[in-house]
């Protein structure tokens, strides 16, 4: 992997982990996971607007040499989108939203262990879209890649499957883990784990020029709109607002919302006693600049490292909750669902994979560029 690949994944796992942990808190706490998207897809929307003003600002500065001074950025106006751009960009909006609501719906119909295991066969699962879907052979990657994803996958699963069979409703003993385990949740969970999957994929076709056809392209499904990622989540994030809010009424969160009178820090006051509400709304605050962040750092790392990539970076970032969940129970309080031990090898194991997975792709690209 090239510098660059490098420092774009490590920002995205970071503001990954911190998403998922504040997430989980708030859909946990106060039961509103599409409110919740669109507060995330707003937040978005706001932060991408100022950071695309200022670029097009210092753009647009006179320089000393005018020859030499950089073209403008692609796209800064969004009236200069074609049709064509507008439809693609509205019919991927309807899958990043639905994704986004439904992995937070999940978070609150299972266990957040049973979340992350689910969600660690994406490394595998986009394999397989790449063979069945996109036609591509077998050799599209080396036998060292393939090898490199059986650790990254398996670490996860050690570190998360409970040591003694567990009933369809046994619940992780975490304050922060109240997630119940059922036949429903599981299911959607695994939708949520194909249709990440497919958003990514998309994601990186998106960012390529429409005239290239990157790796993870099918000469039939040409998608490249040539938007840098700042662009890209600036226009998709007003239509993730209007579809989260529609979401949010379909599912009846705006009746309560509004019904109540309460806002997220209010409904969570009622219901935890002393301090509540000031921690929800940090949370809600937190999760919702880095969700800002991550948006972007996430379709960055997307173009520069692929789809695949971003997979066995998702799967390190469940293994880093496992473990820190572990450490917090290490008070005596919980009960310790998985032993510590397994927890700390499936943590070596998935970072192992992740590392010779990093090493196998380095060794694949310089074959290929020399």
């Given at each position: ?156 699963a050690l570190a998360t499957i409970p040591s003694a069979p567990t009933s369809a409703s046994a619940t992780y003993p975490d304050d922060d883990d109240k997630g119940v385990n059922t036949g429903f949740g599981i299911a959607l969970t695994f939708v949520s784990a194909v249709l990440a999957v497919v958003k990514t994929m998309i994601t990186h076709q998106l960012q390529q020029q429409p005239s290239s056809l990157s790796s993870f392209s099918s000469p039939r499904i040409n998608l490249g709109l040539g938007l840098p990622a700042i662009e890209l989540v600036k226009y998709l994030s007003p239509y993730a607002v209007v579809q989260a809010l529609c979401l949010a009424y379909w599912n009846g969160e705006l009746e309560q919302h509004f ?112």
């Amino acid at each position: 992997m090239s510098t660059s690949c490098i420092v774009s994944i490590v920002i995205y796992f970071f503001l990954n982990l911190l998403v998922t942990i504040t997430s989980k808190q708030l859909v946990t706490s106060t039961s509103r996971p599409y409110l919740l998207t669109a507060s995330h897809a707003f937040t978005t929307f706001i932060a991408t607007t100022a950071l695309s003003s200022l670029r097009s600002l210092v753009s647009s500065t006179p320089t000393a040499d005018p020859l030499n001074s950089p073209p403008p950025p692609p796209h800064d106006d969004e009236s200069r989108l074609s049709i064509r751009t507008h439809a693609i960009l509205l019919a991927f909006s309807l899958l990043y939203t639905v994704n986004i609501g439904i992995s937070n719906l999940t978070l609150g119909l299972v266990s957040l262990a049973t979340h992350q295991t689910i969600r660690a066969s994406a490394p595998a699962i986009t394999v397989l879209l790449t063979i069945i879907v996109l036609k591509r052979p077998l050799s599209s990657y080396p036998a060292a890649i393939y090898l490199s994803l059986i650790p990254t996958i398996f670490g996860v699963a050690l570190a998360t499957i409970p040591s003694a069979p567990t009933s369809a409703s046994a619940t992780y003993p975490d304050d922060d883990d109240k997630g119940v385990n059922t036949g429903f949740g599981i299911a959607l969970t695994f939708v949520s784990a194909v249709l990440a999957v497919v958003k990514t994929m998309i994601t990186h076709q998106l960012q390529q020029q429409p005239s290239s056809l990157s790796s993870f392209s099918s000469p039939r499904i040409n998608l490249g709109l040539g938007l840098p990622a700042i662009e890209l989540v600036k226009y998709l994030s007003p239509y993730a607002v209007v579809q989260a809010l529609c979401l949010a009424y379909w599912n009846g969160e705006l009746e309560q919302h509004f019904v109540s009178q309460s806002s997220l820090a209010g409904r969570v006051e009622e219901a935890e006693a002393g301090g509540g509400a000031q921690r929800i709304v940090i949370l809600a605050m937190v999760s919702m600049l880095s969700a800002s962040a991550l948006n972007v750092a996430s379709f960055e790392a997307n173009r520069r490292c692929g789809a695949l990539s971003m997979g066995v970076a998702g799967n390190m970032k469940q293994v880093a909750i496992l473990l820190v969940a572990s450490l917090r129970r290490r008070d005596g309080r919980h009960h310790q669902v998985v032993p510590e031990w397994r927890v700390v090898l499936g943590t070596l194991m998935t970072t192992a994979g992740g590392m010779w997975y990093a090493w196998a792709t380095r060794i694949m690209k310089d074959r290929t560029y020399s």
